[in-house]
C-alpha cells in the first residue's frame, strides 16, 4: 500500500460484466483492515456532501454509531472542507505516503453534480498536498462522455471489461442450478434460453432472471408426467408460449415478476396449448396498468400521442380553445384535403410504421393539454422524464450531449398504453389519429 498510485483509474464496461465485483474483491483481498479504501455508490451518496464525508468515514476507520450519535468524522459541506479535512487525515498524521483509493461506483451520475468536482477528484492527490490517492471510476460509459469539456485534468487510466462469452454466461448461469435438479438438464435449458434471448439481451442479471422465472415452467410437465427429462424438444414445444410472452412482457417489464408467477401458475402444460398462449399472452389484461406515478403515466400518454400524432393536428386534437384557422382551412377545398387523408390512412399510416420522434417541448406541451388538473409545484417533471428514459419506456433519439432540442420516442404498445389509460381513466382513443 505505500507503491506510488495512479491519481485516476476509469474502469468502464457494458453492465453486469463483473466490474464492482473484481475491485472490491481486490481490496478486501490486499486491504484486510479496510482504512485505505472507501467504496463510494452514487446512487447511495446523491450529493457531494454525501460523496466527501463517506470517504473521510471509510479513511479513518469512523463508524457513525449511537455512541457518537451517529456523526460523521468531520463536515464537508463543500469541496474545500473535503481537501483541508483529508489534509488533516493523511498529511499531518505522516500517512499521505500511503495509497488510499476513493472507489466510486456508477460515477456516471457525477457529471450532473456540478462542471467543477469530476475534474477535482481526478486532481485529488494534486489538491491534498501530493498524498498518495487514486480515485477509480467505475461507470458503463466510455470515458469520451466523461471528458470535462474545460480541461483541466489529464485524461485516466482506463480499464475496459467486455462482454461475457457464451460458455462464460453458461458457467455463471450454472451456478443457479437448483439443489435437486440435474445439472446437465438444467445446463441444456439455460443454452435453449441464451439462443433465444442473447440477439436481443446481453445483460447477465437479465438472463438470470429469465432463467429463474422460465425454467419452473420448463420442468412442470416433467412433475405433471407429460414428458420425461430426455425429450427435450417436447418439453421445449410445450414451454414455447412463455418464451414467447416472457419476451413481450416479461423482460420488457410491462408486467412484474409476481404478477408473471401468479397468472402463468394458472397455465399447465395439461391444458389445450392454445389455451396456455391465451392465459400467457393476456396475463396482464385485467391489471390497472403500470406501476408507475399519476403524473409519470400522463407523461407516458403524451409521449405516445407525440409519436403516433401528427404535428399539424396537435392544434386541433389538444388546443383548449377553439381553433380559429380551422375554419379557414375547410373553405380551402375538401376534396384534396380528403384525398390526402385517405392517402396517409392507408399503407403510410403511422400505426403501422411505428413510433417516430418527438421534441421533449411538444410532449410537454400535450402533457399540459390532457391533464385535467393543474400540475403541483413539488412534482419534477423531468426527472420523470429521465425516469422514464432509464426504464427504456421513452428512447432518447437525439445525441446524448445534447441540452436543448432533445428528442425521445415511445416505447410502448398500444395495448400496454390503453391500460394506462384506463387505470387513470382518460379515453386515449379520441386522441389518436387513424388508429383502429
Given amino acids: 500500500m505505500k507503491d506510488p498510485a495512479p491519481p485516476c483509474v476509469f474502469v468502464y464496461g457494458p453492465s453486469a460484466t463483473g466490474k464492482t465485483a473484481v475491485i472490491r474483491d481486490l481490496f478486501n483481498e490486499y486491504d484486510t483492515s479496510g482504512d485505505h479504501y472507501a467504496y463510494i455508490n452514487s446512487v447511495e451518496c446523491f450529493t457531494p456532501r454525501l460523496l466527501f464525508e463517506r470517504t473521510l468515514n471509510a479513511w479513518s476507520g469512523h463508524v457513525p454509531s449511537a455512541d457518537n450519535r451517529f456523526s460523521n468524522y468531520a463536515r464537508c459541506d463543500n469541496l474545500v472542507d473535503f481537501v483541508n479535512s483529508v489534509r ?104 435453449a434460453v441464451y439462443e433465444v434471448f442473447h440477439r436481443n439481451c446481453v445483460d447477465l442479471n437479465e438472463l438470470r432472471h429469465l432463467v429463474a422465472m422460465l425454467y419452473p415452467k420448463f420442468v412442470q410437465p416433467v412433475f405433471e408426467q407429460q414428458a420425461t427429462r430426455n425429450e427435450f424438444a417436447r418439453l421445449f414445444k410445450l414451454c414455447q408460449p412463455y418464451f414467447a410472452a416472457a419476451s413481450e412482457r416479461l423482460y420488457l417489464r410491462e408486467i412484474s415478476t409476481s404478477e408473471w408467477q401468479k397468472y402463468s401458475a394458472v397455465a399447465s402444460a395439461k391444458n389445450n396449448p392454445e389455451d396456455v398462449a391465451t392465459s400467457i399472452y393476456h396475463m396482464a389484461e385485467n391489471s390497472d396498468g403500470m406501476d408507475l406515478p399519476h403524473y409519470t403515466k400522463f407523461l407516458l400518454i403524451s409521449a405516445y400521442l407525440a409519436s403516433y400524432n401528427p404535428s399539424r393536428l396537435d392544434v386541433q386534437y389538444f388546443a383548449r ?101 384506463r387505470s387513470v381513466r382518460f379515453e386515449i382513443d379520441r386522441f389518436l389519429y387513424n388508429f383502429t
Fill in 88 to 191: 488533516d487525515l493523511l498529511v499531518t498524521s505522516g500517512k499521505q505516503h500511503e495509497a488510499h483509493y476513493m472507489v466510486i461506483d456508477q460515477a456516471e451520475r457525477l457529471r450532473d453534480r456540478g462542471p467543477m468536482l469530476l475534474t477535482s477528484l481526478l486532481r485529488l492527490s494534486e489538491l491534498t498536498g501530493g498524498a498518495n490517492i487514486s480515485v477509480i471510476l467505475i461507470s458503463n460509459v466510455v470515458w469520451d462522455k466523461f471528458r470535462p469539456r474545460h480541461g483541466g485534468a489529464a485524461d485516466p487510466l482506463s480499464i475496459f471489461f467486455p462482454y461475457y462469452t457464451k460458455q462464460q454466461i453458461l458457467l455463471v448461469l450454472a451456478k443457479d442450478c437448483p439443489l435437486d435438479e440435474p445439472q446437465s438438464f438444467f445446463l441444456t435449458f439455460v443454452d
Fill in 321 to 421: 380553445g377553439k381553433d380559429p384557422t380551422q375554419k379557414r382551412k375547410r373553405k380551402g377545398g375538401g376534396a384534396s384535403a380528403a384525398a390526402a387523408e385517405d392517402a396517409l390512412g392507408g399503407r403510410d399510416r403511422q400505426q403501422l410504421l411505428g413510433p417516430r420522434s418527438f421534441a421533449i417541448e411538444r410532449m410537454l406541451a400535450i402533457f399540459y393539454s390532457v391533464i385535467a388538473e393543474p400540475v403541483d409545484s413539488a412534482v419534477d417533471v423531468q426527472t420523470q422524464i429521465a425516469s422514464l428514459i432509464t426504464l427504456r419506456l421513452l428512447t432518447k433519439t437525439s445525441a446524448g450531449d445534447r441540452l436543448d432540442g432533445i428528442k425521445c420516442k415511445c416505447n410502448v404498445s398500444l395495448e400496454a398504453i390503453r391500460g394506462i389509460s
